[in-house]
């Protein structure tokens, strides 16, 4: 199972470009401009630009996502970055601006990866990089330098993971940088199929997977995790085998959340993971148009519907069981754009827009009833809605007097 990668003398391939890139760029302070009009909450634009601006991230309030940057006649995507605590007053500043492509950046406190296919010998595979942005030199290092294309990062405290095709098909990787300059890989997935599309928490690794066995004929995509608190050990598990795709799974605590084909439109579903051997599996959006891309933090998970006849990002609470629109929600609002690929921490969402032409990253500061939490449970509250009533009476007169040992001769 385990395949420790060969550890090469990481070379310090781009250190001359990087230094020479990042002084010349976004270290500058921006006002908010682009306030769509009063409201509960007032998305707002994070870094004003004609530049498309794709795939965020946040962790906390640092926001980083993909720009398409023009440098020296030849443009190609880099990572940018913004600290969004005071909205009124972004700090922007550069994070991955070298030759070729970085992309689908990822964030866990100071730590953001992203997959980037510059090679000085010319090579175009891609491999994955990190940053550590208290790292006071700001000197990117390599967590893999591998042939053939490693993609698609996920990251969470020291463990990053993404998807490597060097066998033939998708696989997860993973990796503990607890030392940069150490770097210990793992395979999670060497098999046959593809795995793809990997979400962390703790020691939580779910994915998608098309291998096709007696439950899985048709070969569609299904919900397969990994208990990887031993990454040269991991346990796994299969979430979810049903006869329709389900893709983009995201987690949190002792959930996951993805999107789940249902006749001829996504929906949102949600597992609790707990006993990971057994999932308890409940629906958060399954109306007749398309929910996807969804994501968790804490009591809410956030999702792109095309309900109202253009991509708008909505919220579900999962303490009060409530739905509600997040963008394209302002009173008198005229114009409306797509709003696609959120991502949320806290009560922070961001996501990308198309309004105007070019694709755009906002955010939005959610409060309100809308994202109540509980922050303790109540004595008596049995059904955990943060309310002790009728329903938890019920519920306790149903068992009232049941005893559940599993030995004989300890219940009265
Ligand atoms: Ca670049
Ligand atoms: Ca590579
Ligand atoms: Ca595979
Ligand atoms: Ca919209």
Not at 26 to 50: H, R
Not at 142 to 152: C, E, R, S
Not at 286 to 298: M, R, Y
Not at 344 to 370: K, P
Request: glycine fraction near 6%; charged fraction near 20%.
């Amino acid at each position: 199972m385990k395949r420790q990668y060969p550890y090469h003398e990481w070379n310090k391939k781009r250190k001359q470009f990087s230094i020479i890139q990042r002084i010349g760029i976004l270290s500058a302070v921006f006002l908010l401009t682009s306030v769509l009009s009063a409201g509960k909450w007032v998305p707002f634009e994070i870094f004003p630009s004609t530049d498309d601006q794709k795939s965020p991230d946040i962790y906390g309030s640092f926001v980083v996502w993909q720009q398409w940057v023009e440098f020296e006649g030849v443009t190609d995507w880099d990572i940018i970055g913004a600290d969004i605590t005071n909205p009124e007053d972004i700090s922007v500043f550069g994070i991955a601006e070298f030759e070729k492509n970085q992309e689908n950046p990822a964030i866990y406190d100071n730590v953001v990866v992203w997959q980037d296919n510059y090679h000085p010998n010319g090579d175009t595979d891609y491999d994955i990089y990190m940053l550590d942005l208290e790292d006071s030199e700001q000197v990117d290092k390599p967590v893999t330098d591998l042939l053939y294309d490693q993609i698609n990062p996920a990251i969470f405290g020291n463990t990053v993971i993404w998807q490597d095709n060097s066998a033939g098909d998708w696989d997860i990787s993973m990796a503990d940088i607890t030392d940069p300059e150490n770097v210990d890989t793992f395979q999670l997935t060497p098999f046959e199929y593809d795995q793809l599309n990997a979400a962390i928490y703790h020691d939580t690794v779910a994915w998608q997977d098309d291998f096709v066995w007696e439950d899985n004929p048709d070969g569609v995509f299904n919900l397969f995790g990994a208990d990887v608190l031993r990454l040269n050990k991991p346990i796994e598990y299969l979430f979810s085998a049903l006869p329709e795709d389900q893709e983009n799974v995201a987690a949190c605590g002792h959930l996951i959340v993805w999107q789940q084909k249902f006749g001829n439109d996504w929906d949102i579903f949600a597992a609790d993971i707990s006993d990971p051997a057994n999932p308890n599996v409940f629906s958060i959006a399954t109306d007749t148009d398309n929910a996807e891309q969804p994501d968790i933090d804490g009591n809410l998970i956030v999702w792109q519907d095309d309900r109202n006849g253009d991509w708008d990002i909505y919220g579900f609470n999962l303490t009060t069981q409530e739905e509600f629109l997040i963008s394209d929600n302002q009173p008198g609002q005229q114009t409306f754009s797509d709003q696609t690929n959120p991502r949320i921490s806290g009560n922070t969402v961001v996501w990308q827009d198309n309004l105007g032409g070019e694709m755009s990253i906002y955010a939005a500061i959610l409060s309100g009833s809308e994202v109540a939490k509980c922050p303790e449970k109540l004595p008596g509250d049995v059904n955990g809605d943060c309310i002790v009533n009728l329903q938890d009476f019920v519920l306790l007169a149903q068992n009232w007097l049941s005893c559940n040992f599993d030995q004989t001769g300890v219940c009265p």
